[in-house]
Nanobody, 114 residues
Framework: QVQLVESGGGLVQAGGSLRLSCKAS????????MGWHRQAPGKQRELVAT???????NYVDSVKGRFTISRDNAKNTVYLQMNSLKPEDTGVYYC????????WGQGTQVTVSS
């Protein structure tokens, strides 16, 4: 079954940290570059970080130096460590392939207060 389950979101003050996790089904995780996407209130979903099967990473400029994406291939899990959070990081965070090719999970809400 194709499945993506995100967790780890919450409410945090500006400057704080959160670590998101995403458990993916074997099919998705084994063949794809994985990505974290976020949807801020009133905005379109955007890709913020990607990681290849070999561990190469890429980030959107707004999160570079603050977010770190990683993956544990043995656990079919991808992580997003978010440090120095800003109010503009608020949104629902989803994992998927980098291209968003699969059915979206429920996501996990991140709220950063100023």
């Amino acid at each position: 079954q194709v499945q993506l389950v995100e967790s780890g979101g919450g409410l945090v003050q500006a400057g704080g940290s959160l670590r998101l996790s995403c458990k993916a089904s074997d099919f998705i995780f084994s063949i794809n570059t994985m990505g974290w996407h976020r949807q801020a209130p009133g905005k379109q979903r955007e890709l913020v970080a990607t990681i290849t099967k070999g561990g190469s990473t890429n980030y959107v400029d707004s999160v570079k130096g603050r977010f770190t994406i990683s993956r544990d291939n043995a656990k079919n899990t991808v992580y997003l460590q978010m440090n120095s959070l800003k109010p503009e990081d608020t949104g629902v965070y989803y994992c998927n392939s980098a291209g968003g090719s699969y059915v979206w999970g429920q996501g996990t809400q991140v709220t950063v207060s100023s």
